[in-house]
């Protein structure tokens, strides 16, 4: 029977530092930042919807409401 391999997302964002050898212009280099940091944003919404989930599946919920004939 075959494993099965656990999900998993692999990111690699190079440093700025490696994106200034490959001789980029600077207009080319500020927009690899910008959208380096619209990646990230876009992850950490990710991650926080996955955690409110998470959250909501733990959350203790309220017992049943009890009818009490009260005479």
């Known amino acids: 029977m075959a494993e099965d391999k656990p ?21 080319a280099f500020q927009h690899l930042l910008q959208a380096k940091k619209e990646t990230l944003l876009a992850l950490r919404s990710l991650i926080d919807s996955r955690i409110e989930a998470l959250e909501k599946k733990t959350a203790k919920k309220p017992e049943a409401k009890k009818k009490i004939k009260i005479e």
Do not use: F, N, V, W
């Not at 999900?7 to 207009?27: F, Q, V, Y």
């Open 7 to 27: 999900k998993e997302i692999r990111i690699t964002i190079p440093l700025p530092d490696e994106l200034l050898s490959l001789g980029l212009p600077a207009p």
